[in-house]
């Protein structure tokens, strides 16, 4: 399949300058066609989904999923998928899909130090993915089924809006992940913490992961060691630690703009 690729058009605008002026609009309904040509029902759906995304602290959580179906049937579209993608080792981590992942294109491809966009004509239809570079270290990206038609004016005014928060998401995962890397979590002791947080016990994290009780208990050992703890509670404590000195190293983004 052959992708084409183009860049966004950017502007800087603070995700807290932007809320703010949001919110402004749902209160003045008669303003909101001024600013983004969307309806008060759109705007209001819209901060809902910003809320959710900002409360999102685990790769694991539902509530991805959950966002990535109402923004499809809010923009009409055949599926999506998010994902985050390095460089380095040619791993695409996929968030949430719920479409054909042949679809989905290896980056590495098409190095770009910039924010972009790939698209695609397929017997399927139409695939627009756009990607934000977090310089030689990762991708974050959005993958778009969009059918046959172009993206139309609502259509791009939503995914304008929502694309800053969206990617602010996927890169406040992967700094979690980074994070507990350091502690010296392996990969799916990483898991058994996400599933921890989620105040999922061990009978349930064993059937999550597909193993016995007994190496979920395994694995909480060597977490409780390399966190310097001895329960559950201290690692959801550690872990919230965490997550304060990310959300603030995350908590301005850059409007992307559709062309």
Known sequence: M???????????????????????????????????GLTQTDVESLMKVVSQLQ???????????????????????????????????RENQIITSSINLEFIPNFGTYPCPMNGVLSSDSEHGRYVIFFDSQGASFYTYLCLHIGVQDLQDRQKQIINFILPYLFSCMKRLHLISCRLTEYGLTSREQEVVKWIIEGKDNWSISRILNVSERTVKFHNCNIYKKLGVSAKAEVICEYHKLLTSIHVSTNTAIKLGVG
């Open 55 to 89: 409360s999102i602290n685990n790769a694991e959580s539902q509530l991805i999923g959950s966002i990535s179906k109402h923004l499809e049937e809010m923009l009409a579209i055949g599926g999506s998928a998010l994902g985050i993608y390095y460089p380095a080792n």
């Open 2 to 36: 052959v992708f084409g690729m183009a860049a966004y058009d950017t502007e800087s605008l603070a995700i807290d300058e932007r809320e703010s002026k949001v919110k402004s609009l749902v209160s003045s309904p008669q303003d909101i066609n001024l600013y983004l």
